[in-house]
């Protein structure tokens, strides 16, 4: 596995993939490679697996202290478009996004840090996502920043806002100023 692209505490990570006549095979995950590449001892403590249909929307979600998540996310199936959003005040990056493609094809990996707000839309159908989270989740400690915040103008990748399938939560996001200032 190796880093292939380093923003303010997000790493998009490429695994080495062995093929042969019979297919292939890679390691998704290793907690000493990680580890060493990432330069921190990171201990995850939850495991999910989200499926999603075409045009799903999800997020954009974050805990808040002192349930601070760190995620590695992967694509088993399928294809999205991977939206982050820094929530750290402290940052020079902060209400800054950063948007990223991940798939079952190029197998990709993303790592996205606590400074991190995270989404995505599912540009395929049957979508199967696998993600590590360094604290288990706690409803109470979530938040949710609405997807098409204008102060943030994310320019997701969709033809129809009417084909969009987003959650209640989701839709009833708040602003980002209004939960930053």
């Known amino acids: 596995m190796k880093v292939?692209?380093?923003?303010?505490?997000?790493?998009?990570l490429k695994p080495q993939i062995f093929r042969d006549n019979r297919g292939y095979f890679y390691e998704k995950y290793k907690k000493t490679k990680i580890n060493e590449l990432l330069k921190r001892n990171i201990v995850f403590n939850q495991d999910n697996l989200s499926y999603s249909k075409k045009n799903v929307l999800r997020g954009l979600h974050f805990q808040s202290k002192p349930?601070?998540?760190e995620k590695?996310?992967?694509v088993i199936s399928g294809k999205i478009f991977d939206v982050v959003v820094n929530v750290n005040p402290k940052s020079k990056n902060f209400k800054k996004y950063f948007t990223f493609i991940l798939s079952s094809r190029?197998?990709?990996h993303l790592f996205i840090s606590s400074d991190?707000?995270?989404g995505f839309l599912a540009l395929t159908n049957n979508v199967i996502i696998d993600y590590k989270v360094t604290s288990e989740y706690d409803v109470k400690k979530e938040k949710t920043i609405l997807w098409n915040?204008?102060?943030?103008n994310i320019k997701w990748p969709y033809k129809k806002k009417s084909e969009l399938i987003i959650s209640k939560k989701d839709r009833e996001?708040?602003?980002?100023?209004k939960l930053f200032f």
């Open 4 to 12: 292939i692209r380093n923003i303010d505490n997000l790493f998009l």
């Open 67 to 69: 349930n601070y998540q």
């Open 72 to 74: 590695l996310i992967s």
């Open 106 to 108: 190029n197998k990709h």
């Open 116 to 118: 991190y707000a995270h």
């Open 149 to 152: 915040d204008k102060s943030l």
């Open 173 to 177: 996001g708040k602003n980002f100023d």
